[in-house]
Nanobody, 124 residues
């Protein structure tokens, strides 16, 4: 089990940028970002595998968001550019700490630990 602490959320105008940070207390196999807007289910945004650095994105953010990591610091970042009002949500960081022999990454059940979330609000 790892502790996850997110930061970097805030209020930004449409077209602006924000960078979210998630610091983990230990090593992980996979880290991802999900978001949950009011009245909606939590949805996958992006993920990265610690070994090999493979990255994955949802179609809604591909080309606008970039996930990256600093393995030495057990930290993952989400650079969000060209933000839209529909990106408004609480963003959660998830980490997989248990070995799983599958390639899954986009479901909440693929992660073992979660951060407390950080609010991102994009005004029009």
């Amino acid at each position: 089990q790892v502790q996850l602490v997110e930061s970097g959320g805030g209020l930004v105008q449409a077209g602006g940028s924000l960078r979210l940070t998630c610091a983990a207390s230990g090593g992980t196999f996979l880290m991802g970002w999900f978001r949950q807007a009011p009245g909606k289910e939590r949805e996958f945004v992006a993920a990265t595998r610690w070994s090999g650095g493979l990255t994955y994105y949802s179609d809604s953010v591909k080309g606008r968001f970039t996930i990256s990591s600093n393995n030495a610091k057990n930290t993952v970042y989400l650079q969000m550019n060209s933000l839209k009002p529909e990106d408004t949500a609480v963003y959660f960081c998830g980490a997989r700490t248990q070995i799983r022999f599958n390639g899954h990454y986009s479901q909440q059940g693929d992660y073992d630990d979660w951060g407390q979330g950080t609010q991102v609000t994009v005004s029009s």
